[in-house]
C-alpha cells in the first residue's frame, strides 16, 4: 500500500521561509518521479515542481529561484524548500509519485502565506 505523507505546511509571513516534507512507503523510491502540486481556492491543481530519480530537475516559472525541490533516496522523502513567499504562494501542497506509470498523491499540507 503506497503512502505519501506531506508535513511542513503552516502560516508563514511574506518573505518567510518552509520546508515541505513528504515521507514514502509502499513504492521504489529510488526509481519514482517525485513531484508537488499546490492548488488554491477556485483554481486548478498546478505543477509546482518535479525531481527525476536521477536528481533532474524542473520548477513552474512561479517559483523559480524561489523554491527548490530534493530528495534523500535512504530515506524516502522528497522535500520543498520554499523561501522568499508570496501570499499567491498560499495553497494546498501535495505530493505526487510516479513509478512505472502508477502514481499516488499524498493528503496535502496546507500553506498559507499572510501578514
Known amino acids: 500500500q503506497v503512502q505519501l505523507v506531506e508535513s511542513g505546511g503552516g502560516l508563514v509571513q511574506p518573505g518567510g521561509s518552509l520546508r515541505l516534507s513528504c515521507a514514502a512507503s509502499?513504492?521504489?523510491?529510488?526509481?519514482?518521479?517525485m513531484s508537488w502540486y499546490r492548488q488554491a481556492p477556485g483554481k486548478q491543481r498546478e505543477l509546482v515542481a518535479r525531481?527525476?530519480?536521477?536528481?533532474?530537475?524542473n520548477y513552474a516559472d512561479s517559483v523559480k529561484g524561489r523554491f527548490t525541490i530534493s530528495r534523500d533516496n535512504a530515506k524516502n522523502t522528497v522535500y520543498l524548500q520554499m523561501n522568499s513567499l508570496k501570499p499567491e504562494d498560499t495553497a494546498v501542497y501535495y505530493c505526487?509519485?510516479?513509478?512505472?506509470?502508477?502514481?499516488?498523491w499524498g493528503q496535502g499540507t496546507q500553506v498559507t502565506v499572510s501578514s
Open positions: 505526487r509519485s510516479a513509478v512505472l506509470g502508477a502514481e499516488s
Open positions: 525531481t527525476t530519480s536521477g536528481g533532474n530537475t
Open positions: 509502499g513504492i521504489n523510491f529510488n526509481i519514482a518521479i
